[in-house]
């Protein structure tokens, strides 16, 4: 009886494995990655932040990529630009990436990294790739050692567009011992402005906020309604038909330093109190990545410095 149990158990579980499928490869893995924010910048408590961005070629043929920061709080239509080419199977870490060596930008920003054009792959989506980050302190005041959160990529199939809420969960912003700063990074060549509904635990919706997001651009403030354990639901008030957002928030401890990255993921699921009473619109297709718009280069490297990725910055190649 005991092992008859134990079969109807596996069996059960194993029934559910097979319901549940492989997630969809483009949650995955983009031709088109947006970095919702980086720093190289003083914080509170004499920190210095940085981020090092690291991009994979999971392919076996070199893969052209462009890389763009996008200051914060600017209209962005030139750009600086760094140009490099990733080998098969192989991780390029670009370290302090608004740092001198690379982007020489003081202060914070957000980072497009996608496929150039020109590739062995057709259509350009199927040149995917992968873009994360980690944006840290090296050593924190008082502190033995360094601390930071992981940002990883968020691929244009991820933005918040006007069919889309962005959901982020389990925020604190006490007042006390946690502080939550939310932010948008924008993939569209115009102004936006993303509403922000403060849901607390309840699902009541106890404050509205507003961001204006520059063209290409990134904004980050502290959120300004204390929440605790509640959600935040970002979707567009204004801006072009064709409008693509990335908004999330980060919570940080207020007697450590240390933060928790949460990105808003997007979903057709689900309705904000503000927004089920606002008009309907006639919403544009999100563009394909073959015609995505990207600011203009301006400045910046090129290519990688010396003209080349130092063999210390590459891993796995083949």
């Known amino acids: 009886m005991y092992n008859s149990r134990v079969r109807w158990a596996l069996t059960g579980l194993m029934v559910g494995v097979v319901f549940l499928g492989p997630p969809e490869a483009a949650a995955q893995l983009s031709a088109d990655w947006m970095i919702t924010a980086a720093a190289h910048n003083p914080g509170v408590g004499e920190t210095f932040w940085m981020t090092d961005l690291s991009l994979h070629n999971p392919h076996e043929f070199d893969l052209p990529i462009v890389v763009q920061a996008l200051p914060s709080d600017t209209v962005n239509f030139e750009v600086a630009t760094f140009d490099l080419t990733l080998g098969p199977w192989e991780t390029v870490n670009l370290w302090d990436v608004l740092g001198p060596e690379v982007f020489a930008l003081n202060g914070t920003a957000a980072m497009l990294a996608y496929a150039d054009y020109g590739l062995p792959c057709d259509p350009i989506e199927t040149c995917d ?3 994360t980050s980690r944006t840290y302190t090296p050593e924190a005041a008082g502190s033995a050692g360094e601390y930071g959160q992981t940002v ?3 691929g244009l199939e991820r933005a918040v567009d006007w069919w889309t809420f962005g959901y982020a969960a ?7 011992f946690f502080r939550c700063n939310v932010g948008v ?5 115009e102004w936006t402005t993303v509403r922000l509904d403060v849901q607390d635990a309840a699902g009541e919706v106890v404050a509205s906020e507003l961001l204006d997001v520059p063209p290409f651009g990134h904004t980050q403030r502290r959120l300004l309604t204390e929440i605790t354990g509640g959600s935040l639901v970002f979707y567009l008030e204004e801006g072009p038909d064709e409008a693509l957002v990335f908004p999330y928030a980060s919570v940080i401890n207020q007697d450590t330093g240390d933060a928790s990255y949460v990105y808003a993921e997007a979903s057709t699921v689900g309705v904000s109190v503000t927004k089920r009473s606002r008009p309907e619109r006639h919403r544009a297709k999100v563009p394909a990545a073959s015609s995505r718009p990207f600011p203009d280069a301006m400045g910046g490297h090129r290519s990688p410095p010396g003209g080349t990725v130092g063999e210390a910055d590459r891993v796995g190649s083949r």
């Open 185 to 189: 990074a924008s993939w569209t060549p």
């Open 170 to 176: 389990g925020i604190l912003n006490d007042g006390e």
């Open 152 to 154: 990883p990529g968020a």
């Open 129 to 131: 790739f992968l873009a």
